[in-house]
Antibody, heavy 115, light 107 residues
Framework: QVQLVESGGDLVKPGGSLRLSCAAS????????ISWIRQAPGKGLEWVSY???????EYADSVKGRFTLSRDNAQNSVYLQMNNLRAEDTAVYYC?????????WGQGTTVIVSS | ETVLTQSPGTLSLSPGDRATLSCRAS???????LGWYQQKPGQAPRLLIY???TRATGIPDRFSASGSGTDFILNIVRLEPEDFAVYYC?????????FGRGTRVEI
């Protein structure tokens, strides 16, 4: 079935790095944009980044220069490299599929930035 | 960036009622590229509407949406118990993409 599965969430110290992965199955991965959206504890949704089918990327101002999104169509995966992490990056990170509306979502992976 | 203001913050209703949720953008949303999402506790969001008024696959027709430019509305008629959740609007017509802060529909 159509599915996205995130992994890589962890507890990390401020200033540290983490790489999140999003593995896709059940659809032609290379035909779709993939986005990351995060949700801090008890808060609303925050769009983080997307990567297009041609690997063009955009980022929220809050992560620009610290996060890098890439994709590997051979592995049906996208990777969110997160550097210089801050406490305010603590959240559940979701990956999702789609450009005109995000119609498939993963279950999320939790990132906690704390000393 | 395009700020999306959702109102009201909380809507207290009963099953069978009609819900009207508003999403106002700080600037015109290009091509009315606006979506609505439903999120229940502990779950990932679910796409309800895209391009301001088109229901996503499998979304019942009690959900409808409209709007253009800066003003968008999500209507839910005949609320079912499973409709009590938080609803977010998101615009993807302007850079960067942004979400509203959500409207909680509660019993």
């Amino acid at each position: 079935q159509v599915q996205l599965v995130e992994s890589g969430g962890d507890l990390v110290k401020p200033g540290g790095s983490l790489r999140l992965s999003c593995a896709a199955s059940g659809f032609t991965f290379s035909d779709h944009y993939i986005s990351w959206i995060r949700q801090a504890p008890g808060k609303g949704l925050e769009w983080v980044s997307y990567i297009s089918t041609s690997s063009f990327t955009e980022y929220a101002d809050s992560v620009k220069g610290r996060f890098t999104l890439s994709r590997d169509n051979a592995q049906n995966s996208v990777y969110l490299q997160m550097n210089n992490l801050r406490a305010e990056d603590t959240a559940v990170y979701y990956c999702s599929r789609g450009h005109y509306g995000m119609d498939v979502w993963g279950q999320g992976t939790t990132v906690i930035v704390s000393s | 960036e395009t700020v999306l203001t959702q109102s009201p913050g909380t809507l207290s209703l009963s099953p069978g009622d009609r819900a009207t949720l508003s999403c106002r953008a700080s600037q015109s949303v290009r091509s009315n590229f606006l979506g609505w999402y439903q999120q229940k506790p502990g779950q990932a969001p679910r796409l309800l509407i895209y391009s301001a008024g088109t229901r996503a696959t499998g979304i019942p027709d009690r959900f409808s949406a409209s709007g253009s430019g800066t003003d968008f509305i999500l209507n839910i008629v005949r609320l079912e118990p499973e409709d009590f959740a938080v609803y977010y609007c998101q615009q993807y017509g302007n850079s960067p993409r942004t979400f509203g802060r959500g409207t909680r529909v509660e019993i």
